[in-house]
């Protein structure tokens, strides 16, 4: 397949293995999208978007979780116990609703990397505000805004329809969705 042309994160999608790739070789090829990955959070202001799993090294604490509106989804809720969990350094229950192939690419300790990253590049987590949701295809994607030391950021969820975690990016603000 010609991927001449195509951004890095295109690359990185074309190289996605078959079914039948083995294991080892899944794990390499997600290793390497996310050097890929954290290579592109640091490029945020270049290319508009980064893709990436992560946890939290982060000393900062969050307030608790928040007040579930009544205006708020159920999918809003888990995006931001999720964001919560992240913050809070713990992995383990961030990651307890991704959908397999999601865990299988983004493990925990590419979650934790991927959010140091995005930390090193956006400053340290201040505040998160209202979750907003939409209908993407077959998937509701949240997108919820974040208050870093250095700016604003994005946090952002794809669910499936029965809650699981599809994707989740640490951005900056204003992405697309595509």
Not at 9 to 14: F, G, I, W
Not at 60 to 87: E, F, H, K, W
Not at 112 to 123: E, K, L, P, R
């Amino acid at each position: 397949m010609d991927v001449s042309g195509a951004t890095e994160l295109e690359k990185a999608v074309v190289l996605m293995p078959e079914k039948d790739a083995t294991p080892r070789s899944r794990r390499q090829l997600a290793q390497a999208a996310a050097a890929v990955t954290l290579a592109t959070c640091t490029l945020l202001p270049a290319n508009g978007f980064a893709w990436a799993a992560m946890q939290a090294h982060a000393t900062t604490t969050v307030a608790g979780p928040a007040a579930a509106s009544p205006a708020q989804t159920r999918y809003d809720r888990i995006a931001i116990q999720t964001l919560n969990d992240i913050v809070n350094g713990d992995i383990t229950a961030a990651t307890a609703r991704f959908d397999a192939t999601t865990r299988e690419l983004l493990p925990p300790d590419a979650l934790a990397g991927a959010w140091a990253t995005y930390q090193d590049t956006f400053g340290r987590y201040r505040s998160h505000g209202d979750p907003k949701a939409v209908t993407f295809g077959e998937f509701t994607v949240v997108n919820v805004p974040l208050r870093m030391e250095r700016g604003p950021g994005e946090f952002r969820v794809t669910f499936h329809e029965d809650g699981s975690i599809a994707g989740l990016w640490f951005l900056e603000p204003g992405v697309p969705i595509s």
